[in-house]
């Protein structure tokens, strides 16, 4: 078996041959995404697996790697066309698919390349570090727009940690991208506990479920999972196709960790009569949601809450207008500091993302019972955003970044934590509001923030040129944005 890197280096000098000839990132993820499916399912197909998989005798690895040229480009297509058509994993990871890699020599050279390793065997910390390396590309390429499926890993980690999720529990995602959070989660566990048998199988079968409406995303999402050895290729996906917003799917689950889409309203794209294009806000008549709106975030939150069980736990990414939106806003914010406890805020930086410009926070919350009190008694804020600047080129935000938030937060016994704000230490970045004080504040607005700006006060002290103009775009196309949503809404 060669060694990681050397295969790592040789599927990214690839990418490199081929974006010169005209394939993008996502282009060549998408081609390996179906190759190497397709020769893990030739290694299952054989000794000492000898797994039946379904791939007709036309379509296998063998028909792709005895061909070239014309011959070879002709059959490829047929075979994307036809396997799409197919039941459970393999179906998924075939819908919609086509060839994008129009030079047959290209396309062998690649083939080849995937034929030389044995991709079962191979490690899935080494399949993951190729793919995931792969997916964090695309999201940078800003043309492909794959930006917006992709949440920053250091975030991500970050999260998990605070969750601390157990074996033999369920973990949902509701708009799960490219499986970002289920890959973190996986890796916790494989981590932090010594699994028996039993749990191996539940980690592997049983652990995630989640929803992903882009067949593409969902392709990649897929793979990624079935590279980090969860799931099975033979077996129904745990990922829905289906708008998760549209009802309650009955199932409950221990945990849910998501970055639900940026954007606030839920909207279908249809033609008019005079064949132009319009767009129809989406609203959720559903009964268990406490308020009925288009706002596509809110929506998300009350679905979240619906998603957990009784004990169950939530770290979800929304944007600031969650925090202080009037109407369903209000609402939504009450009902959720009542009926559950929701006992930690982090405030996020800008230039962390790939959609521009956004200001988002992280809530976490854990599900009650029904009671007559409100659950939540106290919320603790961590403000990551004041005078902290990252860019996703020159200062990305990593994870010993969010280190001091994860203390802060006390995963192994967060009712044990220690503010760091005082009226003694005014620059603590760690605080504390009770439930009183926040249901106080003008429509229950939970975009709390105390320190000071330095960039405001201290003309000496300007951050650096770079940094600021990256602000003032961001600033400026977060505006442009609220313009947009006001013009589609008039």
Wanted: some cysteine; charged content about 30%.
């Amino acid at each position: 078996m060669t060694d990681t890197s050397a295969i790592v280096s040789k599927v990214w000098s690839f990418c490199h041959v081929l974006r010169d000839a005209g394939v993008s990132y996502g282009d060549y993820l998408e081609q390996l995404t179906y190759l190497i499916f397709l020769k893990m399912a030739d290694e299952y197909s054989k000794p000492p697996y000898n797994r039946k998989l379904g791939i007709p005798a036309d379509y296998t690895w063998e028909s792709l790697t005895s061909k070239k040229g014309a011959e070879l480009e002709t059959l490829y297509t047929r075979l994307l066309r036809e396997l799409g058509q197919k039941p459970g994993m393999l179906g998924q990871i075939f819908t919609k698919s086509q060839n994008k890699i129009q030079d047959p020599a290209m396309l062998y050279k690649v083939i080849d390349m995937i034929d030389k390793e044995d991709w079962v065997m191979m490690g899935a910390d080494v399949k993951g570090v190729i793919y995931e390396g792969l997916l964090e590309k695309n999201a940078e390429d800003t043309k492909s727009g794959a930006g917006q499926y992709f949440t920053p890993r250091a975030l991500i980690r970050a999260m998990v940690e605070c969750i601390k999720p157990e074996p033999l529990k369920t973990i949902c995602d509701p708009a799960c991208g490219t499986g970002g959070f289920f890959l973190a989660a996986y890796d916790y566990l494989l981590k932090n506990y010594q699994l028996d048998k039993e749990q191996k199988e539940f980690l592997k079968h049983e652990t995630f479920a989640g929803n992903e409406i882009v067949a593409n995303t969902r392709r990649l999402c897929l793979m990624n999972m079935f590279l980090h050895n969860i799931g099975e290729i033979d077996r129904d996906t745990s990922i829905s196709p289906a708008d998760a917003l549209v009802a309650d799917p009955g199932t409950r689950y221990d945990y849910v960790l998501t970055n639900p889409p940026f954007g606030n309203k839920s909207s279908m794209t249809f033609t008019n009569e005079e064949g132009e294009q319009e767009k129809e806000d989406l609203v959720y008549n559903r009964q268990d949601f406490w308020a009925t709106t288009s706002n596509k975030q809110l929506n998300f939150v009350q679905h979240i809450h619906t998603l957990l069980k009784a004990d169950g736990k939530a770290a979800v990414v929304v944007p600031d207008n969650v925090l202080f939106e009037g109407g369903a806003g209000e609402t939504v914010r009450k009902k959720l500091l009542e009926s559950t406890d929701l006992h930690t805020i982090l405030r996020l930086p800008t230039g962390i993302f790939y959609a521009q410009g956004v200001k988002a926070n992280v809530l976490f919350f854990d599900a009650r019972p029904a009671a007559k009190e409100p659950w939540t008694k106290e919320i603790w804020v961590y403000d990551y955003r004041t005078n902290v600047h990252h860019t996703l080129k020159k200062s990305p935000m990593r994870y010993e970044d969010l280190k001091d938030f994860i203390k802060c937060f006390n995963p192994e016994n967060r009712f044990a934590r220690k503010e760091t704000w005082s009226e003694a230490n005014p620059e603590g970045r760690w605080r504390k509001f009770t439930y009183e004080e926040v249901i106080a504040r003008d429509k229950t607005n939970l975009d709390i923030f105390w320190l000071k700006d330095k960039s405001l006060a201290d003309l000496d002290n300007l951050p650096d040129p770079d940094d600021l103009a990256q602000e003032i775009i961001e600033n400026l196309e977060a505006g442009l944005e609220s313009f947009k949503e006001i013009v589609n809404n008039l």
